[in-house]
Antibody, heavy 119, light 111 residues
Framework: EVQLVQSGAEVKKPGESLRISCKGF????????IGWVRQKPGKGLEWMGI????????IYSPSFQGQVSMSADKSSSTAYLQWSTLKASDTAKYYC????????????WGQGTLVTVSS | QAVVTQEPSLTVSPGGTVTLTCGSS?????????PYWFQQKPGQAPKTMIY???NKHSWTPARFSGSLLGGKAALTLSGAQPEDEAEYYC???????????FGGGTKLTVL
């Protein structure tokens, strides 16, 4: 069974750094693109970008280019989303999803990681 | 950047039929946009209902179907159930499949 398990909720202060994770189970982690999606409180879904764990090829949405960094570790079947300097406006739930960027394959979602940035 | 448009809200009676649509500011949505449909209930992660225009996940009830209709992607629910009440998001792919834009979501009420 395909599963994506994300790391737990985080509470951070503005200016701090953060890395959240998304671990894949039940499939060949290197073989599928993984996407990251932001959902601000009470708002809709936003496409942040995708990464191919096989070679770490990464494509960012223009809205998120330079704001976050995506990476993946094939050896641990884990994808990461990272901020170097958090802002209050980064407060949101972040989802990873296997298959975003593929078009013809089923998309499986992680359970989401809530990130709260507040002084 | 393109804008993907959905109806903000729709209401359907239990047992009734409703069609949600998903349009693109760049023109007609086609199969080359590999449209997806996701269901999200309050406090839950999105759940994929339809991918690649009309393909269903193993958990997608038969009453849901995806299609292209009048230049838009469409999600039709035939025989609505109370548990279908949710927010529905479409996703349209651009630049092949490596970029995507979500619609603003349709809040579907079953009443």
């Amino acid at each position: 069974e395909v599963q994506l398990v994300q790391s737990g909720a985080e509470v951070k202060k503005p200016g701090e750094s953060l890395r959240i994770s998304c671990k894949g189970f039940g499939y060949s982690f290197s073989a599928y693109w993984i996407g990251w999606v932001r959902q601000k409180p009470g708002k809709g879904l936003e496409w942040m970008g995708i990464i191919y764990p096989g070679d770490s090829d990464t494509i960012y949405s223009p809205s998120f280019q330079g704001q976050v960094s995506m990476s993946a570790d094939k050896s641990s079947s884990t994808a990461y989303l990272q901020w170097s300097t958090l802002k209050a406006s980064d407060t949101a739930k972040y989802y990873c999803a296997r298959g975003l960027g593929e078009g013809e394959v089923k998309v499986y979602w992680g359970q989401g990681t809530l990130v709260t940035v507040s002084s | 950047q393109a804008v993907v448009t959905q109806e903000p809200s729709l209401t359907v009676s239990p047992g009734g039929t409703v069609t949600l649509t998903c349009g693109s500011s760049t023109g007609a949505v086609t199969s080359d946009h590999y449209p997806y449909w996701f269901q999200q209930k309050p406090g839950q992660a999105p759940k994929t209902m339809i991918y690649d225009t009309s393909n269903k996940h193993s958990w997608t009830p038969a009453r849901f179907s995806g299609s292209l209709l009048g230049g838009k992607a469409a999600l039709t629910l035939s025989g609505a159930q109370p548990e279908d009440e949710a927010e529905y998001y479409c996703l349209v792919s651009y630049n092949g499949t490596r970029s995507g834009i979500f619609g603003g979501g349709t809040k579907l009420t079953v009443l």
